[in-house]
């Protein structure tokens, strides 16, 4: 079985322009970005991966200046590296009057296999971005429903929060599949906090065309041990079943909080053996590799 990381980021600082991650002095939810304020490529992240029986990955996009700058670029990797399959899911705003035009040209790249607009982060930082109120916009569910009907996939940020609001969009949208990313960036790890996230989750976990990313975990828990992100992925699979959850790295933002090494070891833990086919790689090579 060749595993599948279904989430993780690439980036050379001197290609492409990521204004978010060269800001200096910027404090983040996710932390302190200074530590990977440095080029991060494939042979660094795919011999980490390899080390623990991943094979193959999908590329997020990462808040480049360009989306399309990036998702060239991307292309560009993968096209030198065929060794390592990799697909790629790329920024597209859903909104934007020239959206047609915008996915025919991204169309154009064999890896891409999605799109993403982030609709929430973390509650301050959403506060000043205003990206909740694409939940409120006919428009971006047109181009939820467009990108569906072009066989793209839709890579779904948000917070627990939104989620009720994000299911009732999520379900007239059904052909469009979509990912949910980071497990819904359950912030609140609290017992109360877990309570509150696993209802609002069922929003989303009821809609068959909605399957979960077991990934980012480390963001809102930054001395994260095996027992503190246990009940989330335990509520995850309860919630969606092995057969629509999926491995992420988020790599390497989330080397600010471990090594591929621990994080690896930790899910292999934590996913019930009989469940790990599903979640390390089946359900991966079925929505982006398929």
């Not at 989430?7 to 290609?15: G, Q, V, Y």
């Not at 779904?156 to 052909?175: F, H, N, R, T, Y």
């Not at 989750?201 to 809102?220: A, D, I, P, Q, W």
Request: charged letters at 20%; proline letters at 5%; aromatic letters at 10%.
């Amino acid at each position: 079985m060749t595993r599948i990381d279904a989430h993780h980021h690439l980036w050379d600082l001197s290609a492409i322009e990521y204004p978010w991650l060269n800001a200096q002095g910027v404090e983040r939810f996710f932390g302190n970005p200074t530590p990977i304020q440095r080029n991060y490529l494939l042979d660094e992240f795919s011999a980490d991966a390899a080390a623990h029986g991943f094979g193959k990955s999908v590329h997020i996009q990462v808040g480049a200046a360009d989306a399309w700058d990036e998702a060239q670029w991307v292309q560009s990797v993968a096209d030198a590296t065929p060794q390592w399959p990799m697909m790629q899911v790329v920024f597209s705003d859903l909104t934007a009057p020239d959206l047609e035009a915008q996915l025919d040209q991204f169309q154009t790249l064999s890896t891409v296999r999605g799109v993403r607009q982030i609709i929430g982060r973390a509650p301050g930082e959403d506060a000043q971005t205003g990206t909740n109120d694409l939940l409120q916009s006919q428009a971006f569910l047109n181009g939820l429903k467009l990108a569906g009907a072009r066989g793209l996939s839709f890579d779904l940020q948000l917070i627990p929060e939104l989620m009720p609001q994000m299911g009732k969009i999520v379900a007239q949208a059904s052909d469009t599949k979509i990912a949910l990313c980071h497990a819904g960036s359950p912030h609140d790890r609290s017992p109360a906090g877990l309570r509150a996230y696993a209802l609002a989750l069922k929003h989303l976990s009821e809609l068959e065309n909605v399957t979960c990313k077991l990934s980012g975990l480390g963001m809102f828990d930054h001395e994260w041990r095996v027992d503190t992100i246990k009940p989330v992925i335990e509520i995850c699979l309860d919630q969606f079943g092995a057969d629509r959850c999926m491995f992420g790295s988020n790599f390497p933002v989330d080397m600010l909080y471990s090594d591929y090494t621990k994080l690896a070891q930790s899910y292999f833990e934590i996913v019930p053996s009989d469940m790990q086919a599903a979640v390390f790689s089946e359900v991966a090579e079925a929505f982006y590799f398929g």
